[in-house]
């Protein structure tokens, strides 16, 4: 069993700043790949930020410059991103996902994607 919880959503004006976290936890083997997604009402859900095991990030063109995705090199399995210089159209749910290897029985492994709760950001004008 794995599981994905985010925290570090609230409110917030515009141009200030918020940290999400994502803390996974469960029979992890490593986390090939993970992103930040978001959706606002109404909206479809788009990917935000994303990286690799390999270290390679990859942003949405309206957050570049703006956020930051990172792993927490001390706590393994913690990934974070950064959000500076918030707009109101920032505001929406962000939610974690994760592409885990997982211990699946004796000595096996499988990958399978996870999706976190989410967290509400709410960014003030």
């Known amino acids: 069993q794995v599981q994905l919880v985010e925290s570090g959503g609230g409110l917030v004006q515009a141009g200030g700043s918020l940290r999400l976290s994502c803390a996974a936890s469960?029979?992890?083997?490593?986390?090939?790949?993970m992103g930040w997604y978001r959706q606002a009402p109404g909206k479809q859900r788009e990917l935000v930020a994303g990286t690799t095991s390999g270290g390679s990030t990859n942003y949405a063109d309206s957050v570049k410059g703006r956020f930051t995705i990172s792993k927490d090199n001390t706590k393994n399995m913690v990934y974070y991103l950064q959000m500076d210089t918030l707009k109101p159209e920032d505001t929406a749910v962000y939610y974690c996902?994760?592409?885990?290897?997982?211990?699946?029985?004796?000595?096996?492994?499988?990958?399978?994607?996870?999706w976190g709760q989410g967290t509400q950001v709410t960014v003030s004008s």
């Open positions: 996902n994760a592409d885990v290897r997982y211990y699946s029985g004796i000595s096996g492994t499988a990958v399978r994607n996870y």
């Open positions: 469960g029979s992890i083997f490593s986390i090939n790949a």
